[in-house]
Each structure stands twice: as C-alpha cells, then as structure tokens.
C-alpha cells in the first residue's frame, strides 16, 4: 500500500490520474453494459422497428401509427388507457387523501395503514385470482354479488317461487304483468283451489305441508278460501287439476281477492298452502296470486361482463395502490406546520374548513407527486388486466401494454405494430422523463 | 355540547375506518379460505359457508400442491430467479452508484442524466428487441435471461438511489480513507458499503418483491422448464372457476412469500416502495 501513496504525491501523476480514471470505468461498466445492451439499444431498436412492416422487410413510414387509430382493437386500447388515467389516480388520491386524514384521529392508525398498504407487498397475478373470486357473477360464489343482492333482498324481498307456473285449461290464467288469477269469478261462501306446476319438490319451503285435507274444508258464508298447491304427486299417480292425497301445498304464497268494486284484500298462504279472506261482502270476487310471487331472484351485478370490466379491474387496482397514496399523503401531513391548523381550530374554524382551506393547499406538493406517480403506473398496467378479464371480454378490457403484448406475441404476430404501441407508451411517460431530469439538475446545484 | 359532538364524530370515524379496513381484509380472506376448500365445495358455495360448517377447510389442496411436479418447480424457479436478480442489482448498482457519486471520469454527469432518463421507462419497450437478441444468445428460454432481463430493468432506479445515498456521505470521510492509502476497492467494501446499508436494505427489498411478483417479463423470456410461479399460474386462468383448489393456494403461496418480508421489513419496505414508485 505505500507504493500507492508515494505514487499519488508525486506531483504530475498523470499515471496515477489515468489509473483513477480506469477504476471508475471498471466501477460503472457492469451497470453501463447491460443498461446499455438491454435497455438503451432496445428503444432505439424498437423505434426503428416501428416504421417497417409486421415482417420487418418493407418500410412504411408512419402506416404503423396511423393503423394504431384505425384499428378498432388498438382504438379500444388506446380509449381505456385514457378512462384508466383519468379516473384511477384522481380517486385513488383522492381516496388516499380521505384517509390519511381520517387515520389521524384514531389511536390504531399505525395497524390501520399496515393493512391498506399490504397489498402492494402482493403480486398483481394474485390480486387478479383474488377478485376473479370476489367479482364471480354467481351470488353463491363471488363475495361482491352475495353482498349485492342480499343488499337488494333486504330492500326488496325475495320470491319463493320464480319457477312456478298454472297448468293451461285448468281454471286459472296467466295476465300480462306475470300473475295468474281466477277465470271464473267466486263469491263469499265458495271455496276454490289454484293448482301450481313447475317446482322441484327440493325446491319447496320447509314445512310444506299436504293440502289434501285443507282443500276439502267448507267455506263460511261470508269467506273465500281455498288452497294453493303444488299440482304434481311425487312418484306418478294424481290427477292433473285436483289435489290428490299427497300433493303439497304452496307456503307463503300471497293471495288477493279482487272485488268487481277494485277492493283487494291480501293474505298469505299457511304450510298447507290454504288460505282464508274473511268477513267479505257479497258480490263476486277474482281470486288471484299476484306476479311478485313469481318474480325472478335478482342475480346482482354482472361485474365482468363488457360494460363493467373496466372499472371492476380499476377497483381492483384501488385494493392495491389506496394505501401507498394514503402513506405518502400521510408522510406529507406529518411536515404540515401544526400552529397554523392550531390557529385556524382557536379562531373556530370546523374540521372541514380547515381541510378545505389549510391543509389541501399546503398539501398541493405532495398531492401532485402521488398523482403523476399513478398516472405513471396506470398507463403500464398489464397483469390486472390480462388476468381478471374473462377470455371472451379481453378485447372489451384490452389496454395499450396487453394490445401491445396481444399484436406482437400473443397472436397478432405483427411487430412493426407492436412495436409501434411500445414507443406510444414511451413517448407517454416522457412528460415525465424530462420532470425526473429537470428535478435531479436542480437538486444538483 | 362540543365535546359531544367530538366524540360522537370520532365514533363515526372509527366506525369508517373499521368498515374500510374489513373491505380490504376481505378479498385476501376470501382467497385463503378458498384455498382450503375441495373444487366441489368452491362449485357449488360461496366461501364465507366455511364460518358456519368449518368442516369444509382442511390443507388438502397444499399436499396436493407440493405433488405437483409442474407447481413445485416453478416455486423454485421463482427463488432462482428473484434472489439473483436481486444480487446482481444490489452489487452492480452499489459500483456503479460509487463511481457515479466519487470517483471522476469523462462523461460522469452527462451519462448519470441519461440513467435518470432511464427511470421510467416501459419494460414493454424491451421484450421485443431483448427477445431477438437472446434468442442469438442462447439465452432466450432460461433463468440466466430471464435475470439479465430484471437487472437490466431494475439498475436505473437503484443506481439512481445508491448514488444519491452515497453522495450523501461527508466528503472527509472518503479523502480520509483515501490519505490512509485504501484502494478504491477497499474503501468500497470497507466504508461505502456498511455506510450504505439501510439505502441497500431498500433497494434489495423493493427489487425482490418486482421480481418475485412479475409475470410479464416471464411470461416471454421463461419457457415451460424455466418458469416461476406468476406464470406457471396464469397459465391455468383460462379454466378458471375449475380449478380453484389450484389457483387459490398457488396464489397463496406466492403471495405469502411477500407478505413475510413486508411484515419482517415494514420500515425498508415502505421506504423501498416510496421510492421505487418513480418507477
């Protein structure tokens, strides 16, 4: 080591500047090398690639951009790429913002932002298997119609019977809003019995019981009553339009009674299926079983059908990326200068006027910073994508980096094309290349 | 009547904050579960059934997943993948950022511009060229390409962050070690390095988890023998609904490997994320 240090004194030592000069080299060109091979000389590569033909032979000028607005697949991608900048970032910001906010009224706010913020840690193929179950359209499988329709039965009541239907020529007629009702018009004192087909008997409502027995019961004079069941006898036997022995009844079924005057009155069936209207007035009445019992069950939501896909893949992408916004917006809150929200609380300022007033302007910085960085990652999203939509509602869901993959592998086999879509989403992140650039020469100085 | 308000508003927060946090647990709850479940349960019900009949869950589908020969080797492809794509990053990016932040050669600055440059470009721009010349290579099909790749793609950044942290260090520290008469590379490894550790914790962190988890780059570079899991998985999607008694405990798998180095390095790798996110 003093060869070394007597070297370096010497005064001139050019040698020794020119070692110095070879060491730093030997330093960088590990990293040089590949950045140079695999990063560099592909863009350049690609560029030039952009302007010949899917077989690489024949020059075409710029065909391959203008193919890029023509093409109604690529057109598509082209279109959710920009639904996907201008709503993901805003509202996870936006989002982000909300929370970190909120979080810093609460004494787990730590634990809090650990658990939104640990879906980064997870793949976006997971997060895609992960809402391919959640977002399943059957509400017996996925997570988010189960909630969707138990929401909406809460509000709107099930159907017991969507399959049911009258027999044809047996007494009763289907009307045109989807109920059935008497043909022939009863009066008090008169008993009726409204035959049913079309239900599985694994279908019925427990305790069902037989009607045999309650349709064979007298009316009183100033009653209606009869019974709904099931026209069909397990096993074979029975006969159609008359309720055999072991016929069941219809449970919970609602029944009117229509006067000529318009009057309804309304009861439910019991577990053998009969039903009573009591104390009518004389005159003739429609018996009839109105179409809310018949009613298809609502399915919920058809999360990745065409429509939806888009946005049901942006909120996925929401579960992923809310809690990197809220900790960095979370981050910036904590630099915010406290006597100026303690002024504002002394002068009597509500929470909302100092978040509207104080802290969002103070906030602009950072708030922008969370912003591009989304902007940036939203424009490259790929996995989300390629994996949550269905095979058939791909090219419904398709963005530029899957069109990208789609023209030049997946396919498409046409990489003038493809390469094409490359430098577009290039020259997409430019603004924000030269924003890097101009921030680090500043910092610089 | 104020202090009322104050709490019956901070109640409301609570309660908000509660329902958000168990809108995110969900999803990762109704994976697990549904990695417990045989494929005809997940057919026929929904998993949330598994909290009134527990009977339903049992770890049959992990056994069945450590005998499947395709599913195991790509778990460890995933491993020979990620750890020397990370290495490399760290060690390559750890020179360079030395001799980027301290030592002097022609061109220093101008060429660090174009590695800031570099931050943010698409990796889609590359897997065409990078495809064409791997193939020429060799290299297209294999784990050593596969890695080349992520490092490739990985260095802009953490050259970025190595040398802004090490040009951070007290410039005497550095003119001292070299009075002492250390070669450069003993100051690297001696005082750089250990100086620089929690930047580096960062870094390999944030590399480790974009490899562990990348499917596109694998997707084109990996063949059948050499792929890792994200691929091995993605390529049974199209049977999904089928086979969930696969995906579900695959993608559990590959996502608790994650989720162990967030929980064990919270700290490195928030930070790590933070910054990468220029990415």
Same mark, same amino acid.
């Given at each position: 080591?003093?060869?070394?240090?007597?070297?370096?004194?010497?005064?001139?030592?050019?040698?020794?500047?020119?070692?110095?000069?070879?060491? @730093?080299?030997?330093? @960088?060109?590990?990293?040089?090398?590949?950045?140079?091979?695999?990063?560099?000389?592909?863009?350049?590569?690609?560029?030039?690639?952009?302007?010949?033909?899917? /077989?690489?032979?024949?020059?075409?000028? %710029?065909?391959?951009?203008?193919?890029?607005?023509?093409?109604?697949?690529?057109? &598509?991608?082209?279109?959710?790429?920009?639904?996907?900048?201008?709503?993901?970032?805003?509202?996870?910001?936006?989002?982000?913002?909300?929370?970190?906010?909120?979080?810093? &009224?609460?004494?787990?706010?730590?634990?809090?932002?650990?658990?939104?913020?640990?879906?980064?840690?997870?793949?976006?193929?997971?997060?895609?298997?992960?809402?391919?179950?959640?977002?399943?359209?059957?509400?017996?499988?996925?997570?988010?119609?189960?909630?969707?329709?138990?929401?909406?039965?809460?509000? &709107?009541?099930?159907?017991?019977?969507?399959?049911?239907?009258?027999?044809?020529?047996?007494?009763?007629?289907?009307?045109?809003? #989807?109920?059935?009702?008497?043909?022939?018009?009863?009066?008090?004192?008169? /008993?009726?019995?409204?035959?049913?087909?079309?239900?599985?008997?694994?279908?019925?409502?427990?305790?069902?019981?037989?009607?045999?027995?309650?349709?064979?019961?007298?009316?009183?004079?100033?009653?209606?009553?009869?019974?709904?069941?099931?026209?069909?006898?397990?096993?074979?036997?029975?006969?159609?339009?008359?309720?055999?022995?072991?016929?069941?009844?219809?449970?919970?079924?609602?029944?009117?009674?229509?006067?000529?005057?318009?009057?309804?009155?309304?009861?439910?069936?019991?577990?053998? #299926?009969?039903?009573?209207?009591?104390?009518?007035?004389?005159?003739?009445?429609?018996?009839?079983?109105? @179409?809310? =019992?018949?009613?298809?069950?609502?399915?919920?939501?058809?999360?990745? %059908?065409?429509?939806?896909?888009?946005?049901?893949?942006?909120? @996925?992408?929401?579960?992923?990326?809310?809690?990197?916004?809220?900790?960095?917006?979370?981050?910036?809150?904590?630099?915010?200068?406290?006597?100026?929200?303690?002024?504002?609380?002394?002068?009597?300022?509500?929470?909302?006027?100092?978040?509207?007033?104080?802290?969002?302007?103070?906030?602009?910085?950072?708030?922008?910073?969370?912003?591009?960085?989304?902007?940036?990652?939203?424009?490259?999203?790929?996995?989300?994508?390629?994996?949550?939509?269905?095979?058939?509602?791909?090219?419904?869901?398709?963005?530029?980096?899957?069109?990208?993959?789609?023209? /030049?592998?997946? #396919?498409? =086999?046409?990489? %003038?094309?493809?390469?094409?879509? #490359?430098?577009?989403?290039?020259?997409?992140?430019?603004?924000?290349?030269?924003?890097?650039?101009?921030?680090?020469?500043?910092?610089?100085? | 009547?104020?202090?009322?308000?104050?709490?019956?508003?901070?109640?409301?927060?609570?309660?908000?904050?509660?329902?958000?946090?168990?809108?995110?647990?969900?999803?990762?709850?109704?994976?697990?579960?549904?990695?417990?479940?045989?494929?005809?349960?997940?057919?026929?019900?929904?998993?949330? $059934?598994?909290?009134?009949?527990?009977?339903?869950?049992?770890?049959?589908?992990?056994?069945?997943?450590?005998?499947?020969?395709?599913?195991?080797?790509?778990?460890?492809?995933?491993?020979?993948?990620?750890?020397?794509?990370?290495?490399?990053?760290?060690?390559?990016?750890?020179?360079?950022?030395?001799?980027?932040?301290?030592?002097?050669?022609?061109?220093?600055?101008?060429?660090?511009?174009?590695?800031?440059?570099?931050?943010?470009?698409?990796?889609?721009?590359?897997?065409?060229?990078?495809?064409?010349?791997? +193939?020429?290579?060799?290299?297209?099909? $294999?784990?050593?390409?596969?890695?080349?790749?992520?490092?490739?793609?990985?260095?802009?950044?953490?050259?970025?962050?190595?040398?802004?942290?090490?040009?951070?260090?007290?410039?005497?520290?550095?003119?001292?070690?070299?009075?002492?008469?250390?070669?450069?590379?003993?100051?690297?490894?001696?005082?750089?390095?250990?100086?620089?550790?929690?930047?580096?914790?960062?870094?390999?962190?944030?590399?480790?988890?974009?490899?562990?988890?990348?499917?596109?780059?694998?997707?084109?570079?990996?063949?059948?023998?050499?792929?890792?899991?994200?691929?091995?998985?993605?390529?049974?999607?199209?049977?999904? +609904?089928?086979?969930?008694?696969?995906?579900?405990?695959?993608?559990?798998?590959?996502?608790?490997?994650?989720?162990?180095?967030?929980?064990?390095?919270?700290?490195?790798?928030?930070? +790590?994320?933070?910054?990468?996110?220029?990415?």
């Amino acid at each position: 080591m003093t060869a070394t240090v007597v070297k370096e004194a010497s005064p001139p030592a050019l040698g020794a500047v020119e070692r110095a000069r070879t060491i @730093a080299v030997l330093f @960088a060109f590990p990293a040089l090398l590949l950045l140079g091979a695999l990063v560099v000389y592909p863009v350049l590569f690609s560029i030039g690639r952009s302007f010949f033909d899917a /077989s690489g032979t024949r020059f075409v000028g %710029g065909d391959n951009y203008t193919e890029m607005f023509r093409d109604p697949a690529t057109l &598509k991608a082209v279109r959710n790429t920009a639904i996907w900048v201008v709503v993901a970032p805003a509202l996870l910001t936006g989002l982000g913002l909300i929370l970190a906010v909120l979080v810093e &009224k609460v004494r787990w706010a730590t634990a809090f932002k650990l658990l939104l913020f640990m879906p980064m840690a997870v793949s976006f193929l997971a997060a895609g298997i992960i809402f391919r179950l959640a977002y399943d359209e059957d509400p017996d499988k996925g997570v988010l119609n189960a909630a969707v329709v138990s929401v909406h039965d809460a509000f &709107k009541g099930t159907s017991q019977y969507p399959t049911a239907r009258a027999r044809e020529g047996f007494g009763i007629t289907k009307g045109t809003d #989807g109920s059935y009702r008497t043909n022939k018009a009863v009066s008090p004192g008169s /008993s009726v019995a409204l035959g049913l087909v079309g239900v599985a008997p694994k279908d019925l409502p427990g305790g069902a019981e037989p009607a045999y027995a309650a349709a064979s019961r007298k009316a009183a004079a100033d009653e209606v009553r009869g019974v709904v069941y099931l026209d069909f006898t397990p096993g074979g036997g029975g006969k159609q339009g008359q309720v055999d022995r072991r016929e069941s009844g219809l449970p919970q079924m609602k029944v009117e009674a229509v006067g000529d005057d318009g009057r309804t009155a309304t009861t439910t069936t019991s577990s053998d #299926g009969s039903f009573a209207f009591k104390g009518l007035d004389s005159g003739s009445y429609t018996v009839k079983l109105p @179409a809310s =019992n018949f009613a298809q069950p609502y399915d919920g939501v058809s999360w990745l %059908g065409p429509a939806l896909v888009t946005p049901a893949i942006i909120g @996925a992408y929401l579960w992923i990326w809310t809690g990197f916004a809220m900790v960095l917006i979370g981050a910036g809150l904590a630099t915010l200068p406290r006597d100026a929200l303690e002024a504002a609380r002394m002068d009597g300022a509500n929470e909302w006027q100092i978040f509207r007033r104080i802290t969002v302007p103070l906030l602009a910085p950072v708030l922008t910073v969370v912003f591009v960085t989304l902007v940036i990652n939203v424009m490259k999203v790929f996995d989300l994508v390629y994996i949550i939509a269905p095979g058939p509602v791909q090219e419904d869901a398709t963005v530029l980096a899957t069109q990208m993959w789609l023209v /030049s592998f997946g #396919g498409g =086999n046409n990489q %003038g094309l493809g390469s094409a879509l #490359g430098v577009l989403l290039l020259l997409l992140v430019v603004p924000a290349m030269v924003f890097n650039v101009r921030r680090f020469r500043r910092s610089q100085r | 009547m104020n202090a009322v308000r104050r709490t019956l508003s901070s109640g409301l927060v609570q309660a908000f904050l509660v329902l958000v946090g168990l809108v995110w647990l969900t999803p990762l709850a109704g994976l697990f579960l549904s990695s417990l479940r045989s494929s005809q349960d997940s057919a026929s019900s929904g998993w949330w $059934t598994a909290f009134t009949s527990p009977g339903q869950l049992s770890f049959d589908n992990y056994s069945a997943l450590l005998k499947n020969a395709g599913m195991t080797q790509a778990f460890w492809n995933t491993v020979l993948i990620s750890v020397p794509a990370t290495f490399l990053v760290v060690v390559l990016a750890a020179l360079a950022g030395y001799a980027f932040a301290w030592l002097d050669f022609p061109g220093r600055e101008g060429v660090f511009l174009v590695v800031v440059a570099l931050l943010v470009v698409p990796v889609q721009i590359g897997l065409l060229p990078v495809a064409k010349l791997f +193939g020429e290579l060799g290299l297209f099909g $294999t784990i050593p390409g596969v890695v080349l790749f992520h490092v490739a793609y990985g260095l802009p950044f953490a050259v970025f962050l190595l040398r802004n942290y090490f040009a951070e260090m007290p410039k005497e520290m550095l003119e001292a070690a070299r009075m002492d008469g250390g070669s450069e590379w003993r100051i690297f490894t001696r005082l750089v390095l250990p100086v620089g550790r929690p930047a580096i914790a960062s870094l390999a962190i944030f590399q480790f988890l974009w490899v562990w988890n990348d499917m596109l780059v694998a997707l084109l570079f990996a063949d059948s023998s050499s792929q890792p899991l994200t691929v091995q998985l993605q390529s049974q999607i199209r049977q999904f +609904g089928s086979n969930i008694d696969v995906l579900a405990p695959g993608a559990f798998v590959s996502l608790i490997v994650p989720l162990v180095v967030f929980f064990a390095f919270q700290r490195h790798f928030v930070q +790590g994320v933070m910054a990468g996110s220029v990415k």
